[in-house]
């Protein structure tokens, strides 16, 4: 039987029991009630007749009773009154009664015999009639009793009445039932079920525009979130499978994801990676009383979260988020990305002293700006090196515990929060192939040498095998500082430095994006967003968009970009109330007074730029400080005619790459600090120096009048080469390059 038909039938049978079960009940009561009313009131009719047919029998007034009797004939459904001996012989009924009734001696006689109001019913051709007796004393001692006889056919007929409405109550309900079960199945399952299967025929043969399926409602909730993920992985693989095979046609080397997943199992023998961060890629907050998941701002992340995605493995960091305690199992493991997971992430809780001591002292308030020139003074304090110490052995405790079993694992490890880490780790497992990505400018030997505790993170740094800085700039800055600062044997032709019986290779790896997914960002809208809409949403008029996306921090130049906005709409007045400029800022580092004051300045800086350029509907800067997600500040990648990235001083910069992967166009112009390791490798963008406000000025003006033509030939040659050197290629560099070197070798010289 078909569905429909089924849950008809079921719903039918449980109405008509219902409605049956409830038609008895009233039925009954119903004819309880109307035999109570004939009762009392041929009660009272009984006890109103008494007194005079006592009369009559006490005088022997035959005549009389006879007239009596015929009084109380035929009215309403009485049909008469008789009266019978104590013998239960006739004395006297009513002339109207048929001597059939008058004479049904079993029922008289039973009636004779039992008490006042004992009644009786009985039928006489179609008539039902009620009998009610009353007996009376007369003479003292004699006996006789009135009977009264109703006609109740009349109950018979209400009763029917109610079940013949009953029914065709039934009826219309089943009528009604049937319908509405049709049309409920027919919209909410039947229709969404082949729209459903047209949609999968269609993902089956690529003819699917979209990853939603076309179905709504919470009943299809899951698995249309099931079926989008499918089809989203399924348009994936099939992209991938594409793209393969594109570039084997023309004989290119892309490194994509599978790409690197497959290098990893070969030149990894299907040992897992291990990647050791001080910030982890997913951050869990609290929002009211729902738990969200941010994607912490920083190069870092950006670049690293991608090839765990590909590779797998685990990823070791602290947990900062307020919430990532709440979602993590017993051993502070969670898998992610939520939505598929992909990597195990295992998170570290520090206590507050230890973030004040090793995250916001040592490392921000010391290295930091040790390494940037920024002109900000570190300062190293005996109370934070003790915890900076602390929290790397406490790193090491649980990179032991996930790499134990693992031979020869493989332990990446990021950044300047770590420099101990690689020794604390070699000096219990000599077998780990150790690497470090210097994520940050290395400085000079003069400027390393501020730091009172400099020979042993150089020492401690040396326990790994490979350590990688984005230019080449660094690592020999690295090797000086690193013959300046200990005893070893520096290897120039090889970049290597010997000390003891271990050898760390010292290599440029510059940093990149996942170029295809930032261009697409899944979650960014489809379609290119309108300049003039989303100035709209930021409540103001302009023409051209500059837009800054930085961490807010004093390395970035971002009051010098507010400085060159400013000179720029002084020197260029045509563009004023056409020309704005929008920065995104992720607050950062927050508890640090250095960039408290930083943030205070910038925002005096802006209302000051503003207030002199005040003009209705327009703005020369707007500031929003908050936390954005990808796909909003892909949008403004994707609408801005110019990106400014002008760090002071920086390792990388990863906006700059994310903006030319995001221009998938091919406009927009790039303005780029030459003092950001990005400006080695994009040298299509306008670099400028910082410093130079005028520069700057004139390079936004320039960006603004830059021929199409040159626009696009510039940003081509830039997509280009992260097209060719994306992070998939940055992974299986490093880790081949890890891989690949020859462990035993490290033990023949001694220093
Ligand atoms: O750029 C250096 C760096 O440590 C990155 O590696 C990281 O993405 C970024 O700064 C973020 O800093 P923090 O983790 O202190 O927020």
Redesign the pocket.
């Known amino acids: 039987m078909r569905i429909t038909l089924k849950l008809i039938v079921s719903l039918i049978v449980v109405v008509v029991f219902v409605a049956l079960i409830s038609a008895w009940f009233n039925v009954r009561q119903e004819k309880a009630k109307l035999y109570d009313e004939v009762r009392s009131h041929s009660a009272l009719l009984a006890e109103s007749f008494k007194e005079s047919v006592r009369h009559n029998l006490e005088t022997g007034n035959n005549a009389g009773l006879q007239k009596l009797a015929d009084k109380f004939q035929n009215q309403k459904q009485l049909e008469g009154v008789a009266v019978y001996d104590a013998d239960g012989n006739l004395i006297s009924g009513s002339s109207a009664l048929a001597p059939e009734m008058l004479a049904r001696a079993p029922e008289i006689n039973a009636l004779i015999g039992a008490a006042s109001g004992a009644d009786r019913v009985y039928a006489i051709g179609d008539k039902k009639i009620f009998l009610y007796p009353l007996t009376l004393t007369f003479n003292e001692t004699k006996k006789a009793r009135i009977v009264l006889f109703t006609n109740i056919s009349y109950i018979d007929y209400d009763l029917f009445k109610i079940w013949k409405r009953t029914l065709l109550r039934l009826l219309a309900q089943m009528v009604l039932i049937s319908l509405v079960t049709l049309l409920i199945v027919r919209w909410n399952l039947v229709d969404p079920i082949i729209q459903m299967a047209e949609w999968m025929k269609n993902l089956r043969i690529g003819d699917v525009h979209g990853h939603a399926p076309p179905i709504k409602g919470d009943i299809f909730a899951p698995i249309a979130k099931e079926a989008t993920t499918l089809a989203t992985n399924l348009q994936a693989a099939r992209r991938a499978a594409q793209n393969e095979a594109r570039l084997r046609h023309k004989g290119e080397s892309l490194w994509t994801p599978e790409r690197l997943k497959e290098h990893i199992k070969i030149k990894m023998e299907g040992r897992p990676l291990f990647v050791v961060?001080?910030?982890e890629p997913y951050m869990h907050i609290k929002e009211g009383k729902d738990i969200r998941t941010i994607i912490?701002?920083?190069?870092?992340?950006?670049a690293l979260d991608p090839i765990l995605k590909a590779a797998g493995g685990t990823w070791v960091a602290h947990g900062s988020g307020e919430a990532d305690f709440e979602v993590t199992d017993n051993k502070n493991r969670i898998k992610v990305p939520q939505e598929e997971p992909a990597y195990n992430l295992r998170r570290i809780p520090l206590g507050k002293e230890e973030e004040d001591g090793y995250?916001y002292g040592f490392?921000?308030e010391g290295i930091w700006p040790l390494c940037h020139i920024a002109h900000i003074r570190p300062i190293f304090r005996r109370e934070d090196w003790k915890y900076y110490y602390e929290v790397n052995k406490k790193f090491s405790e649980t990179v032991f515990e996930e790499i134990e079993g693992v031979k020869e694992p493989c332990v990446l490890i990021?950044?300047?929060?770590f420099m101990l880490l690689p020794g604390l780790i070699k000096a219990a497992r000599p077998d780990a192939r150790v690497s470090v990505f210097w994520?940050?400018p290395w400085p000079n030997p003069e400027t390393f040498g501020i730091c009172p505790w400099q020979k042993e993170l150089i020492m401690g740094l040396l326990g790994a095998d490979l350590i990688g800085f984005q230019t080449q700039f660094y690592c020999n800055n690295f090797l000086d500082t690193v013959d300046r600062t200990i005893e070893s044997r520096i290897d120039w032709e090889h970049f290597s430095v010997q000390k003891e019986l271990h050898t760390t290779m010292v290599k440029p790896f510059p940093i990149s994006v996942d170029f295809q997914q930032s261009g697409k960002e899944n979650k960014a809208p489809a379609v290119k967003p309108e300049l003039k809409s989303v100035m709209k949403e930021m409540g103001i008029k302009a023409d051209y968009l500059g837009v800054g996306v930085d961490?807010i921090d004093y390395t970035k130049g971002m009051l010098e970009r507010v400085k060159a906005v400013e000179r720029f709409l002084e020197k260029y007045p045509q563009y004023q109330r056409k020309f704005s400029f929008i920065q995104l800022g992720a607050p950062?580092?927050t508890h640090i007074p250095q960039y408290h004051r930083f943030l205070a300045e910038l925002h005096a800086e802006v209302d000051r730029v503003n207030w002199k350029f005040k003009a209705k509907d327009w703005k020369a800067i707007v500031f929003v400080e908050k936390h954005h997600d990808r796909s909003e500040i892909t949008k403004f990648y994707k609408i801005a005619d110019a990106c400014l990235v002008t760090s002071l001083h920086?390792?990388m910069n990863l906006v700059a790459k994310e903006f030319v992967a995001a221009r998938d166009d091919n406009s927009g112009v790039l303005i780029l600090s030459r003092f950001a390791g990005a400006s080695r490798e994009l040298k299509d963008a306008l670099i400028v120096n910082p410093y130079d406000i005028e520069q700057m000025a004139d390079a936004i003006y320039y960006a603004l009048t830059m021929p199409k033509t040159e626009i696009e030939e510039r940003m081509g040659r830039m997509r280009q080469d992260l097209h060719d050197n994306n992070i998939y290629k940055w992974a299986a560099n490093l880790i081949g390059e890890l891989v690949k070197l020859r462990m035993d070798d490290f033990k023949l010289t001694e220093v």
């Open positions: 961060s001080n910030r912490p701002a920083g190069g870092l992340v950006t995250y490392s921000n990021q950044d300047y929060h994520h940050i961490r950062s580092r920086d390792g």
